[in-house]
């Protein structure tokens, strides 16, 4: 089973808005970390955060962190055509396994 | 070199067969992991090689098992092929042990039992 929830599942935004995603996991973690996915190919790194830290930023990309709460979010600002993918969450833990969220489905409409 | 390179891109194999799939990590990684993505859903983690040692296991059966070579690149190999092992199976590779360091991926194995 995979450790992280992601919503929403899906996301509808229009070009130029911000797009929210969040994610929740369920135990200790050493980093989370944030993927896109275009069309089931390969996944894309955008971002990661330890766990010792709460918010990290990274041109568009605005990453916070929770432990507290298990939970992170990630917020695209600005958003662009091409910006439409999955996004995925993922938590590296202690036991060196990395568990992927079940993803947002992000369209951004031009 | 760069990137991580898959190979093959796509296969088709009966059920009760055995599957081979290949992995290339990107120069200058030195860990490498597998992970299983049906249709619709995020990647399952399979396992995790650093140094040519299996260091890191999701919940997979003993069917599925692993090899990191010398030259850190890797094998993953399914027995006994069921139905449901039809996905997208993804390679990642990362420096130095993957804690703290984002993962390179390949554009993946696109696994068909019948």
């Known amino acids: 089973s995979q450790q992280g929830e992601e919503d929403p599942q899906a996301l509808s935004i229009q070009e130029g808005e911000n797009a929210t995603m969040n994610c929740s996991y369920k135990t200790s973690i050493n980093n989370l970390q944030w993927y896109r996915q275009n069309s089931g190919r390969g996944l894309v790194h955008l971002i990661l955060?330890?766990?010792?830290?709460r918010e990290k930023h990274s041109g568009r990309l605005r990453v916070t962190l929770d432990t507290s709460k298990k939970s992170s979010s990630l917020l695209i600002t600005a958003s662009r055509a091409a910006d439409t993918a999955s996004y995925f969450c993922a938590t590296e833990n202690t036991g060196n396994q990395f568990y992927f969220g079940t993803g947002t489905s992000l369209t951004v409409i031009p | 070199e760069t990137g991580v390179t898959q190979s093959p891109t796509h296969l088709i194999k009966t059920r009760g067969q055995q599957v081979t799939l290949r992995c290339s990590s990107q120069?200058?990684?030195?860990?490498v992991s597998w992970y299983q993505q049906a249709l619709g859903q995020g990647p399952q983690f399979i396992f995790q090689y650093y140094r040519e040692e299996e260091n890191g296991r999701g919940n997979f059966p003993p069917r599925f098992s692993g090899l990191q070579f010398p030259n850190y690149s890797s094998e993953l190999n399914v027995n006994a092929l069921e139905l449901d092992d039809s996905a997208l199976y993804l390679c990642?590779?990362?420096?130095?042990?993957?804690?703290?360091?984002?993962?390179?991926f390949g554009s993946g194995t696109r696994l068909t039992v019948v």
């Open positions: 120069s200058g990684h030195n860990t």
């Open positions: 955060i330890r766990s010792n830290e």
């Open positions: 990642a590779s990362s420096p130095v042990g993957g804690l703290g360091y984002g993962y390179t």
